[in-house]
């Protein structure tokens, strides 16, 4: 073959290959990090990730309010109906000729009255997981970003466990003290020896009741003060499930590159 015809057929095998071949597209920007430059097309993987951790947040509140909700309406019609029914059982003791009974019927009414005052201030008080929760909403009605608005809710989740973990152990060593007292109180009127003969029915009905309501009060207390509520106990959860440490990785023009964050 000759030169000249050799030198066609390599142009002729070369035009298909320019003929298909696309322009490069433009490089894309420097990273102002330093690192590798990252394609336009990644860009948007960190939005995604906060986007979808803040869709995963707003349905654990929403679970977390509605729960509370049911348990509150649950927790005010037990104490209404127990309320009611003490207070009424104590009225009728109260009525009677019998001082034990007139003792009884003291302490029925006041655990009655009490219940009915519990259940009023209980549905007067604004609810926990509500306070979590309507920020988080208005955040997204004002379409701020995905990152942020999980950071507050966050924030102020952890907030409101503190809180209650500070309540509820101030409720519970109130709890064990008014227990101890109460048990202490119902000793004394067992063991003491009324001057009237009378008095002895009035002394047993009193420090037995006495010590019934101060075991009752001192286990819940001990209980109260061991033991997490429902709030404290969510945050811990999503705490640990969530992890101090966060760890993604994004693809690049010449690879990819990976990030680690976290909150130490």
């Known amino acids: 073959m000759k030169p000249t015809a050799l030198i066609v057929a390599v142009a002729a095998l ?7 071949a696309q322009p490069a597209l433009p490089p894309p920007p420097p990273s102002p990090w330093g690192g590798p ?3 336009p097309a990644s860009v948007a993987a960190p939005s995604d990730t906060a986007a979808a951790r803040l869709r995963r947040l707003d349905a654990v509140l929403t679970w977390h309010a509605d729960n509370e909700r049911s348990r509150r309406l649950a927790v005010t019609i037990t104490g209404a109906v127990v309320g009611t029914v003490s207070l009424g059982l104590g009225l ?11 003792v009884a019927g003291v302490f029925a009414g006041s655990l009655g009255i009490g219940c ?3 259940v009023g201030i209980g549905a007067l ?3 926990v ?9 208005e955040a997204q009605e004002r379409r701020e970003r995905p990152e942020v608005i999980v950071a507050r809710a966050e924030s102020l989740w952890r907030e409101q466990a503190e809180r209650s973990r500070n309540a509820r152990r101030v409720a519970a060593m109130s709890l064990t003290i008014i227990g101890g007292a109460s048990l202490i109180a119902g000793s004394v009127f067992l063991l003491a020896t009324p001057r009237r003969r009378s008095e002895v029915s009035t002394y047993r009905a009193s420090g037995v009741t006495l010590l019934g309501t101060g075991a009752l009060t001192g286990v819940l207390g001990a209980s109260l003060l061991f ?7 969510s945050w811990e ?3 640990r499930a969530s992890g101090p440490i966060t760890f993604g990785v994004a693809p690049t023009q010449d690879g990819a590159v990976a990030a680690v964050g976290g909150v130490f």
Not at 14 to 20: I, T
Not at 227 to 233: F, G, I
Request: no cysteine; charged share 25%; hydrophobic share 40%.
């Open 14 to 20: 070369a035009l298909p290959v320019r003929a298909v």
């Open 125 to 127: 008080l604004p609810r």
């Open 37 to 39: 430059s990252v394609a």
């Open 92 to 102: 009728g003791l109260a009525s009677r000729d019998s001082s034990s009974d007139q």
């Open 116 to 118: 009915l005052l519990g």
């Open 227 to 233: 033991t997490a509520d429902p709030l404290e106990q």
């Open 237 to 239: 959860v999503y705490e």
């Open 129 to 137: 997981w509500d306070r979590v929760l309507e920020p988080l909403r």
